[in-house]
């Protein structure tokens, strides 16, 4: 897969995701009480079961994925949103894991099984923004400028 390849990946996939965590029926009740310290509660919910989400973190989903799909129009372009997602979901994954930040100031839940998914969508960001694919497509961009 190429880093054009994985920024339209990404941008379907959090384009579903954020319109999922708006329907009732994919986002189920969580425990009484789970929540400390959650400002913006409104569509709280576990996402398939698993993954804490709400109104704000569904509106993140859909901005990742409408930039990554206008990111993925060239190589270099993708490469560079790779690399500021590698950035942005290693963050997050950090945040989740200290328990005065697991809710982002009150507006997110990041805690839970969402550290998880975060720490690997920057570990997969970070393959496509600085490992060797993003090296492979960096050298066949610059043959096809050259042909």
């Excluded at 507006?107 to 060797?132: E, N, Q, R």
């Amino acid at each position: 897969m190429t880093s054009r390849r994985f920024a339209q990946f990404i941008g379907v996939l959090f384009l579903a995701v954020g319109l999922l965590g708006f329907i009732p029926g994919a986002v189920s009740t969580p425990h009484p009480n789970a929540v400390p310290g959650l400002f913006a509660d409104e569509g709280y919910g576990l996402l398939f079961g698993l993954f804490p989400v709400n109104w704000v973190h569904n509106l993140v989903h859909l901005g990742v994925g409408i930039a990554s799909l206008s990111f993925a129009r060239s190589v270099s372009k993708a490469r560079s949103f790779a690399r500021g997602l590698t950035w942005f979901y290693g963050l997050l994954a950090v945040m989740g894991t200290i328990p005065p930040l697991s809710m982002a100031f009150g507006l997110l839940p990041l805690h839970g099984w969402d550290v998880w998914l975060h720490g690997g969508t920057a570990v997969l960001a970070a393959y496509y923004g600085y490992g060797k694919q993003a090296h492979a497509d960096e050298i066949a961009e610059s043959y096809r400028r050259a042909a």
